[in-house]
């Protein structure tokens, strides 16, 4: 039970960091008028949950770290409801073009970034777990 406690607060912080996260980028891309704050967030969102899904399959960390940084900061810095109001508002105010750009933009760079990382953060502690091996015998 007292795990349980640890993953859902390091759910609600990493929740808080993200979402946070999430607003000051979105200000600071709000007077281009077009909503690259989120597709920023979800691109950029997806690079680390993939990475991050690759390093913890090697590193495997305790549950309440990869709770609070899966679930809880990708998940805060990421919206997929924004993603869909936002298509709405460009199919709205623009052309049907912006807004399949966007959302296909959206998309398939999140899936590539997902595997960018997935591929990086296998490379990278593959590495690490070899260099530590090599560390131990020498």
Do not use: H
Request: aromatic residues 10%; charged residues 15%.
């Amino acid at each position: 039970m007292k795990e349980q406690w640890k993953i859902l607060i390091a759910i609600g912080v990493g929740a808080a960091i993200g979402t946070l996260s999430r607003y000051a980028l979105n200000l600071i891309t709000l007077e281009t008028g077009y909503p690259l704050g989120t597709m920023i967030e979800n691109l950029t969102g997806s690079l680390l949950l993939g990475f991050l899904t690759a390093w913890f399959l090697v590193s495997v960390p305790k549950e309440w770290l990869k709770a609070g940084l899966g679930v809880g900061l990708c998940g805060g810095f990421t919206t997929m409801s924004t993603l869909a109001a936002d298509a709405a508002f460009l199919l709205q105010e623009y052309t049907i073009m912006n807004s399949i750009l966007y959302v296909f933009g959206s998309m398939v760079g999140g899936i590539l970034l997902a595997w960018i990382g997935y591929r990086a953060g296998t490379i990278l502690s593959s590495r690490l777990k070899q260099k530590r091996a090599k560390e131990v015998e020498g």
